[in-house]
C-alpha cells in the first residue's frame, strides 16, 4: 500500500468538535513531572492548527500501561498543567474519564476555544482490543477525527482505528510528517540508500534485514545483533550476546545480501569488557574476541569503515545503537555513526527509542533530516508492513 493519507486540509473543522488521538505516553519521575516533552510539542502544530481553522480540539492518549486498571499514578493531569503552558491563552480541560453521558455533557458545554484531554484511554479494558462499543462512545465526542499519533498506528485500537473507521478523518501534521519521511526512504529513494541498524537482539530486526535487503545499496550491522551475523559466519564471539537458533536465518540473509549486490558491513574490531557493566575491564581488539570477554560496542577501525560507508550516501535510515552507548566507554561506535549521518548530505531519517536517545545525547538531534516518533510503529513500516492506523485513514 503506498504511503498516503489524507491530511488535515480535507477535514472542514470550522465549528466542529474535532477528536484527535495523540501520543503524550511522555516520561514521569516520581514525583510525578514529565522529564522529556518532546511528545507533548509534536503535537502542538496539529492542535494549533486545528484552533485557528475553528475546530474544537478534543484530545486521547494513553499513557503507560495500565493495562484497563484506573491508575492514578498514570492518569493525565501532569500533561494537562504542561498542555496549558505550551498553549498561553488557551484553556487546557482535563476531564477524569474518556467516555460516558458526564464526558458528553462536559466536551458538548466546553468554550469554543479550549482544548478538551480525556482521561488515559488505556484505563478502558477494550482500547487495546479494538472494541467496537468503545469506539463508538468515543466517536460521540467529535464530529470529525483526526490520528496524529506516529507511535501507536501500529495497533488496531478503539482510539486509532475504531474511531477512524466511525467519523470521517484524516491525519495530522506530525503522522503527515512521519510518513512522507519513510515515503522518501522506501518509495524512490536517493541512492546511495543506506541503512545502519543496531540494537541488542537480531531476531527482532531480521524482518526488517530481509525487507531492506530489497531496497537498500549498503547496510551496516552494529550493536549486539552484529554478534549472531559474525558467530553465523564461523567467527569466535567469547561471551557476546549471541541468538544461536537465528543461525540459519541470518546465513541466509547475508546470502541474500551478495546475491542482490548489498554491500554489507560487519565490524571488524570491537571495543570488548569483561562484564556487562559500565566500570567493567575494556580493551579493543581486532578479529574473534577472546573467551571471557563480550563485544561492548564496534571498534575504531570499524568506526572508520562506517563513517565513510556513509559519507557519500544521498539516503540513510538509521535505527539502533552500535554499542551501550549510555556508557562512555562504549559510546564511540553510536557517536561516530550519528556524527557521520549529522555530516552527510543524505536525507536521514532516525527511528528506534534508543538511536534517538543517542542523537540527542550527542547534541545532533537538529542535524537529522527526520526523527521518528515512533520506534516499533517505523521498524512495521520498514518491514513493509501496512499499518493499521494508515489502513483506517485509507478507507
Not at 524482518?207 to 549498503?218: A, G, N, S
Not at 557517536?335 to 545532533?364: H, I, M, N, Q, W
Request: with cysteine; net charge negative; glycine share 12%.
Amino acid at each position: 500500500m503506498k504511503l498516503s493519507i489524507p491530511g488535515l486540509d480535507t477535514l472542514d473543522v470550522s465549528g466542529k468538535r474535532v477528536l484527535v488521538r495523540v501520543d503524550f505516553n511522555v516520561p514521569l519521575d516520581g514525583d510525578q513531572r514529565i522529564t522529556d516533552d518532546t511528545r507533548i510539542r509534536a503535537a502542538l502544530p496539529t492542535i494549533q492548527a486545528l484552533l485557528e481553522r475553528g475546530g474544537r480540539p478534543v484530545l486521547m492518549s494513553h499513557l503507560g500501561r495500565p493495562k484497563g486498571q484506573v491508575v492514578d499514578e498514570l492518569r493525565l493531569d501532569p500533561i494537562a498543567d504542561r498542555l496549558a503552558q505550551l498553549l498561553p491563552g488557551r484553556q487546557v480541560i482535563k476531564l477524569d474519564a474518556c467516555r460516558g453521558p458526564e464526558v458528553e455533557a462536559a466536551v458538548a458545554g466546553a468554550p469554543a476555544d479550549a482544548v478538551v484531554l480525556l482521561e488515559n484511554i488505556r484505563f478502558e479494558p477494550g482500547e487495546t482490543k479494538g472494541d467496537e462499543q468503545l469506539a463508538a462512545d468515543l466517536a460521540r465526542l467529535g464530529d470529525c477525527f483526526v490520528n496524529d499519533a506516529f507511535g501507536t498506528s501500529h495497533r488496531d485500537h478503539s482510539s486509532v482505528c475504531g474511531v477512524a473507521r466511525i467519523l470521517p478523518a484524516a491525519g495530522g501534521l506530525l503522522l503527515e510528517r512521519e510518513i512522507a519521511a519513510f515515503a522518501r526512504v522506501l518509495e524512490d529513494p536517493a541512492r546511495p540508500l543506506a541503512a545502519v541498524l543496531g540494537g541488542a537482539k537480531v531476531s527482532d530486526k531480521l524482518t526488517v534485514i530481509e525487507r531492506l535487503l530489497d531496497v537498500v545499496d549498503r547496510l551496516l550491522i552494529g550493536g549486539g545483533m552484529a554478534y549472531t551475523f559474525l558467530a553465523a559466519r564461523g567467527g569466535s564471539i567469547g561471551s557476546s550476546l549471541v541468538q544461536p537458533d537465528q543461525f540459519d536465518m541470518v546465513r541466509r540473509a547475508m546470502a541474500m545480501a551478495k546475491e542482490r549486490g548489498v554491500q554489507l558491513l560487519l565490524p571488524v574490531d570491537h571495543v570488548i569488557g569483561r562484564d556487562f557493566a559500565e566500570g567493567t575491564e575494556h580493551r579493543t581488539v581486532e578479529g574473534d574476541i577472546p573467551d571471557g570477554w563480550m563485544g561492548l560496542d564496534i571498534g575504531p577501525k570499524a568506526c572508520a569503515a562506517y563513517a565513510a560507508a556513509l559519507a557519500d550516501a544521498k539516503t540513510i535510515v538509521w535505527n539502533g545503537p552500535m554499542g551501550v552507548f549510555e556508557w562512555p566507554s562504549f559510546e564511540a561506535g553510536t557517536r561516530t555513526v550519528a556524527e557521520a549521518v549529522a555530516d552527510s548530505p543524505a536525507y536521514s531519517v532516525v527511528g528506534g527509542g534508543d538511536s534517538v536517545a543517542a542523537v540527542e545525547k550527542f547534541g545532533l538531534a537538529e542535524r537529522m533530516g527526520h526523527i521518528s516518533t515512533g520506534g516499533g510503529a517505523s521498524l512495521e513500516l520498514l518491514e513493509g508492513k501496512v499499518l493499521p492506523g494508515i489502513a483506517a485513514l485509507q478507507r
